[in-house]
């Protein structure tokens, strides 16, 4: 019912730039903190970046100050741009949610499809 749709992801040489967005849809009653992950061929699923639902936000060390994460509550949607890209970030970016669909239910996690980025020469 509840689902995370993602965009913005493709080929870029090093250096370029991409903003991938990810939208959450359904049944709703309230978004708690959300966030980027990624897994790269061979490696384990890592935090990129996350933002409470009021703005604070934690990036891995390796994006910090080439990514941000930003978010709009208004519209359900997290983004992620990603600035001078290199080519260790080539990796699946999966989105993810803690929602809770109902003042009855505690929130869990949501995850979405995941988009390629491609970064090469």
């Known amino acids: 019912q509840v689902q995370l749709v993602e965009s913005g992801g493709g080929l870029v040489q090093p250096g370029g730039s991409l903003r991938l967005s990810c939208a959450a849809s359904?049944?709703?009653?309230?978004?708690?903190?959300m966030g980027w992950y990624r897994q790269a061929p061979g490696k384990q699923r890592e935090l990129v970046a996350a933002?409470?639902?009021?703005?604070?936000?934690n990036y891995a060390d390796s994006v910090k100050g080439r990514f941000t994460i930003s978010r709009d509550n208004a519209k359900n949607t997290v983004y992620l741009q990603m600035n001078s890209l290199k080519l260790e970030d080539t990796a699946v970016y999966y989105c993810?949610?803690?929602?809770?669909?109902?003042?009855?239910?505690?929130?869990?996690?949501?995850w979405g499809q995941g988009t390629q980025v491609t970064v090469s020469s």
């Open positions: 993810n949610a803690d929602i809770s669909i109902s003042p009855l239910r505690a929130a869990r996690g949501y």
């Open positions: 359904g049944s709703i009653f309230s978004i708690n903190a």
């Open positions: 933002i409470t639902k009021g703005g604070s936000t």
